[in-house]
């Protein structure tokens, strides 16, 4: 396997590049595999993020995808308050027609060449089978499948209860009391997550309206929650209500949804909820209380860097790695919120750049500190 370090000057014509640490691009002409490793910053911890396989109509557009997204789980790691940088790999290739085993082994060996400097784990286009085969080349993988005992499984259950920690900060912040007896959600997505959200929201009495594209989980909730209200996915932003949570898709927030809302909150899973800066200002000026999507969201990375710990006998910040201490790790994301609210009711800024002052004082000035 050919393997490049693609050089700061060329980087640097992208508008996404942040002084990465290293993007590097691997070929396989035995696999045909070709994939971009991209290492954001390790001031706190290896590199940590997602395995991302997607058929990228150019070498550019997955390059321009590695930087944004290794740039971003630096951000999510650093306010997670995990012992993780940001990374992230992407494959060109669709994986319904690409993907085999092979290739991922090639994608294996190409994460086991950075020495650890980066850790990979599921993503679009990957699986937990994908990261078994990736883990026969290389022990920098997590999401691997559990025993009896061990930690680690599907990430997403542990999402939802981040997102509804995330969620009730919201609430608490705008109503005075985090109580959800009565109080109505909007959810967009009945997805791994959006589901075990719905559920959690309907045990504490909340009005749920939801919408998804597929049927039969439409027919799953209505059987399991009966009072839930379904409705067309295109009239879910038009609802008036307390809180809206995107659990479906990214960019759902921009300049034709936005005017149409009548809600005081936005809480959900989804990544990337703003299709452009822009629409953060668009919600402030609305008076609608955002709640950062990529701290509220951290359950999952939350749950692989605890087996990551487990399994590799590290523990630099003296974590409780049992499954409650990950869990009550998980339970925080709620303070983490309510700090970022309070930084950004101080300095006037929307929560999103709260969020991101906070990150960034955390990956670069703490970890000054804890170096010198
Ligand atoms: P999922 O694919 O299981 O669920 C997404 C759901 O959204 C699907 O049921 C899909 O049919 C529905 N959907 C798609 N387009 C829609 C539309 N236009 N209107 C209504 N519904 C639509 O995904 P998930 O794992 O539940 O994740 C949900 C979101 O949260 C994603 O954006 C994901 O990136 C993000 N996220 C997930 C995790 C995790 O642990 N799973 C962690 C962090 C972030």
Redesign the pocket.
């Known amino acids: 396997m050919n393997h490049t370090d693609l050089r700061s000057d060329f980087l640097s014509t992208f508008a996404d590049y942040d002084g990465h640490e290293r993007i590097r691009r691997f070929e396989d002409a035995e696999t045909g595999l070709i994939a971009f490793i991209g290492v954001h910053n390790r001031n706190i911890g290896p590199a940590l993020g997602g395995c991302r396989m997607y058929p990228y109509a150019s070498e550019e557009d997955a390059i321009r995808d590695v930087l944004r997204l290794s740039r971003g789980m630096t951000y999510k790691n650093a306010l997670a308050g995990l012992p993780l940088g940001g990374g992230k790999s992407v494959i060109i290739g669709d994986p319904f027609k690409m993907k085999n085993d092979k290739l991922m082994a090639a994608m294996g060996r190409a994460v086991e060449s950075l020495n650890g400097d980066y850790i990979t784990a599921e993503d ?1 286009g990957t699986n937990e089978h994908d990261m078994v085969v990736m883990s026969a080349e290389t022990k920098y993988v997590v999401g691997l499948p559990t025993k009896a005992g061990e930690q680690g499984g599907d ?2 259950p542990v ?1 939802a209860l981040g997102v509804f920690s995330g969620l009730k900060a919201g609430v608490q912040r705008r109503y005075g009391s985090d109580a959800m007896t009565g109080l109505k959600v909007t959810v ?7 589901y075990d959200l719905c559920r959690r929201l309907n045990e504490e009495n909340a009005e749920l309206f939801v ?4 049927q039969e ?1 439409l027919d799953r909730i209505r059987a399991e929650m009966p009072d839930v209200r379904l409705v067309q ?1 295109g009239e879910i932003f038009g609802i008036e209500a307390n809180v809206f949570a995107p ?4 960019a759902q927030l921009n300049k034709e949804t936005i005017p149409k809302m009548n809600i005081d909150i936005i809480a959900g ?3 990337n909820q703003m299709a452009t800066p822009e629409d953060e200002d668009r919600v402030a000026d609305k008076k609608i209380l955002y709640v950062p999507d990529y701290v509220l ?1 951290a ?2 990375v939350i749950s692989v860097c605890y087996e990551y710990l487990n399994r590799n006998g590290k523990n630099p910040y003296g974590f409780d790695l049992t499954r409650d201490g990950m869990l009550a790790h998980v339970g925080r994301i709620g303070q983490t919120i309510e700090k970022i609210f309070a930084l950004s009711e101080a300095e006037g800024i929307t929560p999103g750049r709260a969020a991101d002052r906070m990150a960034r004082s955390i990956f670069m000035d703490d970890a000054k500190t804890r170096t010198a």
């Not at 967009?188 to 959006?194: D, F, K, R, S, Y």
């Not at 659990?247 to 990214?250: E, K, N, Q, T, V």
């Open positions: 679009s990430p997403s999402t967009q997505g009945l997805g791994a997550v959006g919408t998804d594209v597929r989980l996915p659990c479906a898709l990214g899973a989804a990544n969201n359950g999952g």
